[in-house]
């Protein structure tokens, strides 16, 4: 095991049922690891067993070399942590509760007051938790994870409750820390986010993380083709009749002058030639990527990588 | 230190809590009331005027109310601190700071205890206070209630850490509810009648008549170590005396050697610490 944070061949089983099934993943120092899968994958119980808070009935995880289980002072150190149910302690305000954890992080409680500003609650600061809104739960529960610059952070569903606003100013932050060094691991739901997001995505069914790689590579892996949007001139049914019986092409569907076609990327060119020899002239060529949440359907139906 | 972090945390929660305060100030209420009770019946037939019962007679009337309401009180600060936590997710997001299981326990304990010790200060200390300011007392008045402070302090804490027991055993607060009040319920109100039954079956003979033996059967000490109440009554009959209670006087009518006090003491000592190294290993070795 290499990376900062790692497991192999965890296993947990809730009444017989296995909700995590022997799962090796590894994170490198300084990327964004994007956790997918559908509801009861077994992402939050992942997550959970790499901050000690289940124990594993086989395998081991790994924070920097160090177990969670054995040494969480350790583990923990350094490391910023956003649980997917967020609960505070209700009659605390939200200064009080950040000032709690930062000692118990051991930072000076001023590092509370910056976070509070960090996630734009510097005025609702003295108001008590209990009588904050989801989303400005949700920002204390940032606050907290982000407190003291932590080398690692671990986020399931980091803008869960948030408005589209606070979402940007998130994923903003999240970028930037980045950019500073911190490695992230994160799960979410909102697969747009992660294709913007990740550098490498882990895609989990079952209980078991059935990829792990890029997206770019995931979607080569997984044998999904691109769409080939042609704009052509004297456009034909007949030109989409010859684009289709080439070798590579799946489909081709002729709409006004804009001819779609589903093929590999290598393709292109040579369908474009097809449309010059049947008649057409192409005026402009765009090709479109299978997206993240194709590979994710693709993957949750049961698809394979290669 | 984390643990002390944890510690204030608990407190600054807890010692705002409407229903704690509400009982301290019934506490000391009822006790001064009651004050005012027995030394209105004390004074009954003599021309002196009405006045607060002796320290000694209001530190009986502490033991009574005390031994009532504390309980109550420490299992309503305990119950829900590991249960509740785990089941509204607070525990996970605290146990995945640079903290271990053993500091946080440590933590909730103190910060509790230390609400919990307010609460006996102010409702016990402050009423005897003012019965001292306003009562005729012996000269022993101050070491008995020092005494008598210091043992009730040693028995919260017991059943705060019988209660994190419980809240370190359920998963949920409503379990852990339930099964705080059947702890207090067995050791509180079952425990007793279930003695007298157990030494009247096994043929034991009460010293009524002066000069005669009596008998109980030797597991009786035994049974008495085993129930933190029976514990605390035997202390403070040991040291201050005539205040054993209903169990404390069952057994100097039955028993002819009672448990040492250097026993209760040591009893009293593992009825705060066996509890709570349970709730250790249950909170050590329980998902989250």
Redesign the interface.
């Known amino acids: 095991m290499t990376g900062i944070l790692e497991t192999e061949g965890l296993v947990k089983t809730y009444r017989g049922v296995r909700a995590v099934d022997n799962v090796t993943l590894s994170v490198q120092k300084g990327e964004i690891y994007g956790f997918l899968g559908p509801n009861g994958a077994g992402k939050t119980t992942t997550l959970?067993m790499l901050?000690?808070?289940?124990?594993p009935d086989a395998g081991q995880v790994r924070v920097r070399g160090v177990d969670p289980l054995a040494d969480?002072?350790?583990a923990?150190?350094g490391?910023g942590?956003l649980?997917e149910?967020?609960?505070?302690?209700k009659?605390?305000s939200g200064r009080?509760t950040l000032r709690?954890?930062a000692?118990?992080?051991?930072l000076p409680r001023e590092r509370a007051d910056e976070a509070l500003a960090l996630v734009g609650l510097a005025e609702a600061g003295d108001k008590r938790v209990g009588e904050y809104s989801r989303g400005m739960t949700q920002r204390v529960?940032l606050a907290?994870a982000l407190m003291g610059d932590p080398e690692i952070l671990?986020l399931d569903e980091p803008t869960g409750g948030l408005d589209p606003l606070a979402h940007r100013q998130v994923k903003d932050l999240l970028r930037d820390r980045n950019r500073k060094g911190t490695t992230i691991i994160f799960s979410s739901h909102i697969l747009t986010e992660v294709q913007e997001l990740a550098n490498r995505v882990g895609m989990m069914r079952k209980g078991q993380l059935v990829a792990q790689d890029t997206v770019d590579a995931l979607r080569s892996r997984i044998g999904l083709k691109g769409t080939l949007v042609l704009t052509v001139q004297n456009a034909s049914p007949s030109i989409a009749v010859e684009v289709q019986k080439m070798p590579g092409v799946d489909s081709a569907t002729l709409q006004g002058d804009r001819l779609s076609v589903v093929c590999d990327a290598a393709l292109r060119f040579d369908v474009a030639k097809r449309v010059e020899e049947s008649g057409g002239r192409v005026l402009n060529m765009e090709t479109k990527d299978a997206s993240l949440e194709d590979v994710f359907v693709t993957l949750a139906q049961g698809g394979a990588v290669r | 230190m984390s643990w002390t972090a944890v510690a204030k945390k608990e407190f600054l929660e807890n010692v705002r809590n409407y229903w704690i305060i509400a009982i301290t100030v019934v506490f000391l209420v009822l006790v001064l009331v009651s004050s005012a009770v027995v030394g209105a019946f004390s004074s009954v037939g003599s021309n002196a005027p009405a006045r607060l019962a002796s320290i000694d007679a209001t530190i009986t009337t502490m033991r009574f109310v005390g031994g009532f309401l504390l309980p109550i009180i420490a299992l309503m600060l305990g119950f829900g601190t590991l249960a509740g936590e785990r089941e509204s997710g607070s525990l996970g997001l605290l146990i995945a700071q640079p903290v271990t299981r053993a500091q946080i326990l440590l933590g909730k304990f103190v910060g509790l205890y230390a609400v919990l010790a307010s609460a006996i200060l102010v409702g016990l200390g402050g009423s005897a206070l003012i019965v001292l300011a306003n009562a005729p007392s012996s000269p022993n008045a101050m070491n008995h209630l020092i005494l008598f402070l210091v043992i009730t302090l040693a028995w919260a804490g017991a059943w705060l850490s019988l209660t994190l027991l419980v809240s370190a055993y359920f998963q949920r607060r409503g379990t852990a509810i339930a099964g705080s009040l059947l702890a207090w319920f067995i050791m509180s109100i079952v425990w007793l009648p279930l003695t007298i039954l157990l030494v009247v079956a096994a043929g034991a003979r009460v010293a009524s008549a002066p000069g005669a033996r009596p008998s109980a059967p030797s597991w009786l000490n035994v049974m008495e170590l085993l129930n933190p109440d029976a514990v605390y009554g035997g202390l403070l009959a040991k040291s201050i005396g005539g205040l054993a209670g209903v169990v404390g006087q069952l057994l100097e009518a039955v028993v002819p050697s009672q448990p040492s006090t250097a026993t209760f003491v040591v009893a009293m000592a593992a009825w705060i610490v066996v509890p709570l190294a349970g709730a250790y290993w249950l909170f050590a070795n329980k998902d989250v």
């Open positions: 959970r901050m000690g808070l289940a124990r969480p002072a350790g923990h150190s490391l942590f649980p149910t967020l609960s505070f302690y009659t605390l009080q709690f954890f000692e118990v992080k051991g529960g907290q671990v």
